[in-house]
C-alpha cells in the first residue's frame, strides 16, 4: 500500500463537469506533485508545490487548476475537460523538491473524459 | 528536451533469468533514479544513485551510472513473475531547470513463469 492516498481511483466526467482529484500524505513531506500518465508513455510533470507554494507549472491549460490547502494535502480542480485529458493523474510527494529526494507516489485517479 | 531515454522498450525473459534495462540521458545530472510501474498503478522508487557513484546495489537490483556516456543500466537478477512491471529512469537535469525529475520512455519488462 502506498503512503499517498489519492481519490477518486476512477471519475468519468462530461465535458461540462467541475470535478476535483485529492491527494493526502502524513509522512511530512513538503513538496508534492500532480503528474498526468497517458498508456505507455512516463508521466509528464503538471505542477509542483513546494511549502504550499506553487512553485512550478509546466505551462498546464488553465482548466487544470491546482489547490494546496495545506501540507498534508493536494487538490486538482478540473473544468470543462476534452477528450484528450483522459489519463491516469499522479500526485507524489517528497521530502524537498524533485531531483533532490525520491517521490513517493500515489495509486492514481483514472480520468476518463466523455 | 527529452532527458531520459530507455532500452529495450519491451524485454521478455523467463523466471530465474536476468534483466538488463538501460538509460541514456543528455545533460548533466546530480542524480538518476529508477522506478518500478505496475499495471494501473503509481511509480515505486527503487533506487537512487549519485553522479558521484558508479554502482549501487540493492537486493536484486544493481545500477551501474557512467556520467562520461551519461548512461545508466539497471540489473535485476534471479528474475521472478513479480517483477513484471514498466521500469523507468528518471534524472534530475540542469538545476537551473528548477531540479525537474524527467521520467524515460520506459522499458516493459514481462517476467514468463
Known amino acids: 500500500d502506498t503512503e499517498v492516498t489519492q481519490t477518486p481511483k476512477h471519475l468519468v466526467m462530461g465535458m461540462t463537469n467541475k470535478k476535483s482529484l485529492k491527494c493526502e500524505q502524513h509522512?511530512?513531506?513538503?513538496?508534492m506533485y500532480w503528474y498526468k500518465q497517458k498508456a505507455k508513455k512516463p508521466p509528464e510533470l503538471m505542477f509542483v508545490y513546494s511549502y504550499e507554494k506553487l512553485s512550478i507549472n509546466e505551462s498546464v491549460p488553465s482548466r487544470f487548476s491546482p489547490e494546496c490547502p495545506n501540507s498534508s494535502l493536494l487538490n486538482l480542480h478540473l473544468h470543462a475537460l476534452q477528450p484528450e485529458d483522459s489519463a491516469l493523474y499522479l500526485c507524489a510527494s517528497s521530502r524537498s523538491r524533485e531531483g533532490i529526494s525520491p517521490l513517493h507516489f500515489g495509486n492514481g485517479t483514472r480520468l476518463t473524459v466523455t | 528536451s527529452q532527458q531520459g531515454e530507455e532500452d529495450p522498450q519491451a524485454l521478455s525473459i523467463q523466471e530465474g533469468e536476468n534483466a538488463t534495462m538501460n538509460c541514456s540521458y543528455k545533460t548533466s545530472i546530480n542524480n538518476l533514479q529508477w522506478y518500478r510501474q505496475n499495471s494501473g498503478r503509481g511509480l515505486v522508487h527503487l533506487i537512487l544513485i549519485r553522479s558521484n557513484e558508479r554502482e549501487k546495489h540493492s537486493g536484486r537490483l544493481r545500477v551501474t551510472l557512467d556520467t562520461s556516456k551519461k548512461s545508466s543500466s539497471l540489473l535485476i537478477t534471479a528474475s521472478r513473475a513479480a517483477d513484471t512491471a514498466s521500469y523507468f529512469c528518471a534524472t534530475d537535469g540542469d538545476y537551473n531547470q528548477g531540479g525537474k525529475l524527467i521520467f524515460g520512455q520506459g522499458t516493459e519488462l514481462s517476467v514468463k513463469p
Open positions: 509522512m511530512g513531506h513538503r513538496a
